[in-house]
């Protein structure tokens, strides 16, 4: 009887326990829903206005705005949550240069006061055909960082490497990386001395529904 009874109440513990953290979780849910929605005129208009900046002013940027943008970078989805990627931070100028002079169209290194170059890690990739999600994966983290630039006020463009056979050898060289280490592009970022108009590029020729 004794038995039952210890029973009883460790099963009233656990479900009590269990019962405030899911009201927590609930709460915290409740919480973070409204705010996202709250903002999704301020997001929406963040993707809409974003646009490549490939002139720069020489305004530093600080530590804690880089950091921003790397968390932003991470914060992409990646197959089965592998998280297969590494960012280099390059803010030497020395070492921008030589980058710029791998890179026929990253000229605009020149100004920019950093730059993210955004990797695949083959050795954290998934196995087999699989490892080719690394490029989505790469590439998810890579347009999150973009629009975490413009919304923190600066600029930035995707300058592609993987897979031009021209360049992707000469950025590895440039930085060290070890063979399984890939980099999808460069990211020059540094406050914008251009403001180009965002292309419109809604055509609703390009949807299709529920067939082609
Ligand atoms: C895979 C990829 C590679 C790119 N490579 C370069 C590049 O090497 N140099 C460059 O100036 N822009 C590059 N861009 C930027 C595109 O030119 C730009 O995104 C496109 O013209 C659309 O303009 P927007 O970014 O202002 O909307 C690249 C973009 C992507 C997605």
Redesign the pocket.
């Known amino acids: 009887m004794k038995k039952i009874w210890n029973y009883c109440k460790l099963s009233l513990l656990a479900m009590s326990l269990f019962g405030v953290s899911a009201g927590l979780m609930t709460s915290c849910q409740e919480e973070k829903q409204p705010g996202a929605a709250g903002q999704s005129e301020a997001v929406i208009e963040n993707i809409m206005t ?3 900046i ?1 002139a720069f002013t020489d305004q530093p940027v600080d530590e804690a705005t880089v950091e921003k943008i790397l968390r932003a970078g991470m914060a992409a989805p990646t197959a089965v949550n592998r998280q297969p990627w590494a960012f280099i931070v390059v803010n030497e100028r020395k070492q921008m240069e030589r980058l710029r002079e791998v ?1 026929p ?2 000229q ?1 290194l020149k100004t920019a006061q950093f730059a993210i170059i955004v990797c695949g890690d083959m050795e954290r990739a998934l196995p087999g055909a699989s490892q080719a999600y690394w490029i989505q994966d790469a590439s998810a983290a890579t347009e999150n960082i973009l629009l975490a630039a413009h919304g923190l006020g600066l600029g930035a ?4 490497v993987y897979p031009n056979p021209d360049v992707l050898p000469k950025v590895k060289e440039v930085l060290g990386l070890p063979s399984s280490v890939i980099p999808l ?1 460069i990211i020059p970022i540094g406050y914008p001395a251009e403001s ?1 108009t ?2 419109d ?1 809604w055509k609703p020729e390009n949807i299709h529904y529920n067939k082609w």
């Open positions: 974003r646009t490549s490939r890179h169209f990253a605009m463009v995707w300058c592609g592009n180009p965002p292309k590029k």
